[in-house]
């Protein structure tokens, strides 16, 4: 995430408990090296001292087949578990936010969309999906990098010095979603700690 992007909205998926799922948000991908040493490990890689999200699942709902936070495996319904009611939801609607991705050029989903209105009403934010295609991604990446003018959201490729990157143009987010940390959005906080350790780059959550 852009260091300008910390607000309400950036974290607006924790609230809805849909919204990192539905619209792909930020992914962390395994660094490379180049003459300054690794440039901040593979995705998931535990450092000392770092505090995944604490896990709290939501509602008093009663699986059929427990899962397991620290694997990740998620609990398991036979039927549709009843709907349990989240405070503040719907949201707001706020300003539209952006998200370059990886995706198909001809299939950039756009107002009218059914699904695109759908991830709106839920998230109670509008959006623009900047595409860069399968073949030409990093290179869409890195001129977006080099301009300067980021997106909110950016699906991270692995470039030389991808560490000191991250740490110029994007937010550490463990200060508001480590450890208990990650209560205030108790839809984020419902998903299993395991999920967690795919955002972890450079020893900090970079991720959502």
């Given at each position: ?5 910390i607000s ?16 792909g948000?930020?992914a962390c ?8 040493g690794?440039?901040?490990?593979a995705?998931?890689e535990?450092?000392?001292?770092l ?8 509602g008093?709902?009663?699986?059929d087949l427990p ?7 998620p609990?398991a ?6 709907i349990?009611?989240m405070a503040g939801i719907?949201?707001?609607?706020t ?5 370059l991705a990886q995706?198909p050029?001809t299939?950039t ?6 699904w695109?209105?759908k991830?709106?009403a839920?998230m109670g ?5 900047i595409a ?6 990093l290179q869409?990446?890195s001129?977006?990098?080099a ?12 470039v030389?010095q991808?560490?000191?990157l ?6 550490d ?6 450890g208990d ?9 419902s998903?299993?700690?395991a999920?967690?350790?795919v955002c ?9």
């Amino acid at each position: 995430m852009t260091p300008n992007m910390i607000s309400r909205r950036t974290l607006l998926a924790g609230a809805s408990g849909l919204g990192v799922a539905a619209i792909g948000l930020t992914a962390c991908q395994p660094g490379t090296e180049d003459a300054e040493g690794p440039a901040g490990g593979a995705p998931g890689e535990q450092t000392p001292g770092l505090q995944l999200p604490t896990y709290t699942p939501f509602g008093d709902v009663e699986p059929d087949l427990p899962g397991d936070a620290e694997l990740g495996l998620p609990a398991a319904y036979f039927h549709f578990p009843e709907i349990q009611e989240m405070a503040g939801i719907p949201l707001p609607e706020t300003e539209p936010f952006s998200y370059l991705a990886q995706m198909p050029l001809t299939q950039t989903p756009q107002p009218g969309n059914p699904w695109y209105d759908k991830f709106v009403a839920d998230m109670g934010n509008r959006f623009e999906m900047i595409a860069g295609g399968y073949a030409e991604y990093l290179q869409k990446f890195s001129v977006t990098m080099a301009g300067g003018e980021l997106p909110d959201l950016v699906m991270i490729e692995p470039v030389p010095q991808l560490e000191r990157l991250l740490d110029e143009k994007f937010h550490d987010l463990t200060p508001y979603l480590g450890g208990d940390n990650i209560q205030e959005y108790p839809g984020l906080a419902s998903l299993p700690t395991a999920t967690w350790r795919v955002c972890v780059q450079g020893g900090k959550l970079r991720g959502v």
